[in-house]
């Protein structure tokens, strides 16, 4: 008789897609924290190659000066959710990869479809490589080209008006106007390369417009319980 109770031993996989200022990136480290996964920033490669290709002089129109910036990019990552850094080569770069410089380029850096294909690689890499028992996966297009065979897919949204609300908590350093603009400018921007606004099959929306922090951590975990049939410790 097949013994029904053998450990699953291939990482579960949970694919967070939103567009910026839905939470995201807190909500997936918590929700992390909370099972025991890894947990991996997509955004963070794209913005470390922004800051590669400025800081190393390459035009950002273009896209063959950009694909070249990819020779040689050394990146790594943390995917503990409590120790969390970025880096190219021996830089770390955790904090400048969020200045405005870099966030004010890196739409047009992540429509190269050559980085698209790279990155995405690189995620997988990275995901596969986990020795915890999941992997949390957030980013832009999680759910339907990195992972499209997650085990749990989720899209994670709130309306623009407390998105922008929330981003602009976050940025002391600009006006509130600045912030908003900013950040339509970029959805606008990165909705031209993918879809992030609406579901695709099988995927769950979460909407965070209406809950704190805590609420929408929960229901996203509720979520993914739901899905894996499994507890969180
Ligand atoms: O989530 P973020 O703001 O750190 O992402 C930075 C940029 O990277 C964002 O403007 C769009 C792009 N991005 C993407 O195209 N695909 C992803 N999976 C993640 C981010």
Redesign the pocket.
Known sequence: MPNESLERTVPIVVAIDGP?GSG??SVSKAVARRFGFGFL????A??ALAWRVVEGGFDQEDADAVTASLDGFDYSIGTDPDVYFVRVGEIDVTDAIRLPRVTAV??AI?RVPAV?SHLTELFRTIAGSTDRPGMVIE????TTV?APDADVRILLTASEEARMARRSLEISTQSADTVAEQLRS?DR??SQ??DFMSAADGVTTVDSTHLDFEQTVDTVAEVITTRTARTSP
């Open positions: 910026a995201k990136s920033d997509t955004g963070a794209y913005r890196v739409s992540a698209r980013g832009r297009d999680i990195v970029r921007a990165d390369v993918v």
